[in-house]
């Protein structure tokens, strides 16, 4: 017996070396450089404009700025295949792009810093969607930079750092700029433009900690090879019926475009499909049942400040602690397995919402709903990172990732804007068990794709930065 405790004990300190490696507390980094920005021209924004005086209508268009981050994928297959002047040679394919998008934001917040949503709402404007445009681009290049730093066992492991990284820096963003511009501003009984302009100003400091990581990381070795191979071929096909100049930009964009898709479902054939419906699928249950929780907390009689300390305090460890979990269970028993605990974990836990809405009021109760419900998310999310991750090849990582993720939000967002209609039609008790029962096929999909798809694997791709950085797992 205890060689056995002592056997899962060296076991456990295997597992959790994992998040010692060098890449992971990289990706911890980059994780806080991606997430500040993000409600920087969102929630922290519309706070600056509204006690600036802005009108809602006003503040409601700003949101919009947000919706970049939807199409990030239009422009991911730049990252791939375009290389920047004096950043790429410098610093290598990936990690140049990602210092071009950390000091474009640090210019774009810089310019926030600077503006007057009073005098000039149009720079204001203009800023802002700079910001979006640069931290989307930053979003691509990070998914690109992580999937070919390590390998398919490690992918969950990196994807909880970056959960991790990000959450923290949204935090910072929110309450971090409130708190800066309060203790900056001379009273509280007025606006005063100098208190924001100084907290987005600290903002665009804290960027350094990404562009100090960036410069500190080791490049990936992207292994193109194939692509430079097609692009060449259809160079020479487009030459014999156009000029020079016009065939290598046809190749280029053939290349860049529609080679990526091409070359998923040349790799999973009919399979592909199935992979898109699970993809598609995966997250409906707790995306749906997401979209009314704060309506339900407050209708079940939850006050503002209840309701803040058991979803963002409560909710935001819970998360990171199942990001945490998740990672080591994938290191430990494998992708596929994790997808399906998670799978499962995330429709069921809807049904104490069920409860809750039954019970009413009750704070405890709510409280271990809360911590249950956002530890399976944790898990779920990790595992579903290293999913995706897995189906991309070297090469084309920023374009299918980022065609991918986009995918996963795509159908689960639109089923559920009918969740209020479905509240007001019978009750939330009948939405939450509708929630949850949704997701049960999910589970079916996990064990079909896990049955009949063959099984990506990039860990015979991936080219280690330093033969020393292999053996830094071991701590």
Not at 166 to 181: E, K, N, V
Not at 365 to 377: C, G, K, M, Q, R
Not at 408 to 431: E, H, N, R
Request: include cysteine; aromatic fraction near 12%; hydrophobic fraction near 55%.
């Amino acid at each position: 017996m205890p060689q056995a405790i002592s056997s899962r004990l060296t076991d456990f300190k295997s597992a959790l070396s994992i998040y010692l490696h060098r890449r992971v507390l990289s990706l911890l980094l980059l994780g806080f450089s991606a997430g500040l920005p993000l409600m920087l021209v969102f929630s922290t924004l519309s706070f600056w404009l509204r006690e600036a005086g802005v009108d809602r209508t006003a503040i409601g268009y700003f949101s919009w700025v947000a919706m970049i981050y939807g199409f990030k994928w239009a422009w991911s297959p730049l990252v791939d295949r375009l290389s920047l002047p004096i950043f790429t040679r410098l610093l290598g394919r990936r990690r140049g792009w990602m210092l071009f998008a950390q000091l474009l934001l640090v210019l774009a917040i810089l310019g926030m810093s600077q503006s007057d949503p009073l005098q000039n709402l149009e720079m204001m404007a203009f800023f802002a969607l700079l910001v979006a445009f640069a931290s989307a681009t930053q979003d691509i290049v990070i998914d690109a930079f992580r999937i070919e730093s390590a390998s398919d066992k490690m992918q969950a492991a990196l994807a909880a750092a970056y959960q991790v990284g990000y959450r923290s820096a949204m935090i910072i963003a929110t309450a971090g700029a409130l708190t800066i511009a309060a203790w900056v501003e001379p009273s509280s009984d007025a606006y005063h433009l100098a208190s924001w302009q100084t907290a987005y100003l600290v903002m665009a400091g804290l960027m350094g900690v990404g562009i100090i990581t960036t410069l500190m990381s080791a490049e990936p070795t992207v292994k193109v090879q194939h692509a430079d191979v097609a692009e060449a071929k259809l160079k020479q096909q487009y030459i014999a019926h156009y000029p020079p100049k016009v065939a290598a930009l046809l190749s280029w964009l053939n290349t860049a475009c529609v080679l990526p898709f091409k070359d998923f479902f040349k790799r999973y054939g009919k399979h592909a499909i199935l992979i898109l419906v699970l993809i598609s699928t995966y997250r409906i249950s707790d995306i749906v049942m997401g979209i009314m929780a704060n309506v339900f907390y407050v209708d079940m009689g939850f006050s503002k400040t209840e309701i803040a300390t058991l979803s963002k305090v409560y909710g935001l460890i819970m998360t990171l602690v199942g990001a945490g979990a998740g990672g080591l269970l994938v290191a430990r028993y494998g992708t596929m397995k994790i997808l399906l605990l998670g799978a499962f974990l995330v429709a069921t836990t809807n049904l104490l919402f069920a409860y809750q809405a039954m019970i009413g009021y009750n704070v405890p109760f709510l409280t271990l709903a809360i911590s249950v419900d956002n530890f399976s998310a944790g898990i779920a999310t990790a595992a579903f990172i290293a999913y995706l991750s897995s189906l991309t090849s070297d090469g084309f990582s920023a374009t299918q990732y980022a065609l991918l993720s986009s995918i996963m939000l795509l159908f689960p967002k639109f089923v559920a804007g009918f969740s209020g209609a479905v509240i007001d039609a019978y009750d939330y008790v009948t939405f939450f068990i509708g929630a949850s029962l949704i997701g049960f096929p999910v589970i079916a999909l996990v064990w079909l794709v896990d049955k009949y798809v063959p099984k990506p694997n990039r860990d015979t791709q991936v080219n280690h930065d330093h033969s020393n950085e292999s053996q830094a797992s071991n701590g």
